[in-house]
């Protein structure tokens, strides 16, 4: 076998396919295309790919093979056509949305959605004269309501820092009734435990930096979604905005990915037994875990470690963060790390005159992320700090 061939990218008139394991040497892992520019063999080899008559690697800002074993796995993964690969979670949001609207359209987004995400329909989309309506996604008759006339539903599902959990079937049904496109942001749940494109999803938007990747040392993200729309993203708003993956994060997702469920089972199990003693605790008086003392709605078939409570009013909560031991106090979440973020900090970053009302998450909200340490260790620093901080 030549293996110093470039890997041979074939395509149909819809998909890449880019990655095939017999053109490394049978690599158990495959390499890191650490390139900018792959070479053409000839003069008819540049002509045809310029003519779209096949599809293989030009620049690494469009096409990359390490970014392409990466990209397939996730559309496998979120049982879509096909998945593209982003610099962040938010280039994967923004890169989206910007690709279905125009000046003059309209949004319906549920609310408590990603605060940087609200940060982008506030100041940016505003400024494009693109309006976003928010609504409580708990209730389909209020989508119903204020979709007519919008050009995409932006779900969110379980919600940051409240943890509201939605009937994705039902409101995405909603979208289509009203030819909405619908968007989800998936990153809390993986595809692990949700699966919005079974939900009737049209567009599943993930942050890889959380539990994709898994290890806290990528920020990236992934957009999976039908051939029509990965194609429109790959091949008109991608290569503009440039906000492309690079081939060692991409390399590190698909380590990542490796553990991924085993990751999600552990984070489940701990988180539950956390969320559980935080519920019987005499100081915490409200536990936002989606699905702690709850039947598991429709799609979402598991819980990752990520959710929030609220102290009665004699916790100190500085002291707590203060206090702890193994959880760290950070920001982001989905590694091996249990991280503490209180609310109190947080909601002052958000700013602006409707801040308490879009963010509207109390004072007294903490949210953990539980990580992989051992989960009577976590509980004993827990109950340590919240002792220490009355
Ligand atoms: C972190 C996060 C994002 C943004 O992802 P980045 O990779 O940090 O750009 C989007 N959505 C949710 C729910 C997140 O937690």
Request: aromatic fraction near 8%; charged fraction near 20%.
């Amino acid at each position: 076998m030549n293996t110093n061939k470039p890997p041979v990218v074939t395509s149909s008139p819809s998909t890449v396919v880019a990655y095939d394991q017999t053109h490394f040497g049978n690599a158990v892992v495959p390499p890191i295309f650490q390139n900018s520019l792959f070479v053409f063999e000839s003069f008819t080899d540049m002509a045809d790919t310029y003519a779209g008559k096949k599809v293989r690697p030009v620049y690494s800002r469009g096409l990359n093979p390490t970014v392409r074993a990466f990209e397939e796995k996730i559309a496998k993964l979120e049982k879509t056509e096909d998945a593209l690969g982003f610099g962040s979670g938010m280039a994967a949001i923004s890169a989206s949305v910007l690709s279905v609207v125009k000046p003059g359209d309209r949004i319906v987004a549920v609310e408590h959605i990603y605060p940087d995400a609200y940060r982008f329909f506030e100041m940016m989309l505003k400024d494009l004269n693109v309006t976003v309506d928010y609504v409580d996604g708990r209730d389909p008759d209020a989508v119903d309501k204020a979709l007519p006339g919008a050009k995409l539903l932006y779900l969110e599902s379980p919600t940051s820092w409240t943890f509201h959990v939605h009937d994705i079937a039902k409101l995405c049904e909603i979208a289509r009734k009203h030819s909405a496109i619908s968007m989800i942001d998936n990153s809390w749940a993986s595809p692990v435990f949700q699966q919005p494109a079974k939900l009737g999803c049209d567009v599943v938007i993930h942050s890889a930096s959380k539990y994709l990747g898994g290890h806290s040392d990528v920020v990236a993200g992934v957009v999976a979604s039908n051939n029509e729309f990965i194609g429109r993203l790959r091949g008109q708003i991608l290569p503009y905005l440039g906000s492309k993956l690079s081939a060692f994060d991409a390399w590190l997702l698909l380590r990542g990915l490796r553990t991924l469920p085993a990751r999600m089972r552990e984070h489940q199990r701990s988180g539950l037994a956390i969320a559980q003693k935080l519920a019987d605790h005499p100081e915490v008086v409200a536990v936002h875990h989606p699905t702690l003392g709850r039947n598991l709605p429709d799609g979402l078939t598991g819980a990752s470690g990520l959710f929030s409570f609220e102290f009665s009013p004699r916790v100190n909560i500085p002291n707590f963060c203060d206090a702890l031991g193994i959880f760290k106090i950070g920001v982001s979440w989905g590694g091996h790390e249990s991280l503490v973020v209180p609310a109190l900090v947080s909601r002052a970053q958000v700013g602006g005159p409707n801040s308490a009302l879009r963010f509207g998450v109390p004072e007294n909200l903490v949210r953990l992320h539980i990580g992989l340490e051992d989960a009577e260790d976590l509980w004993s620093d827990l109950s340590a700090a919240i002792d220490a901080a009355l």
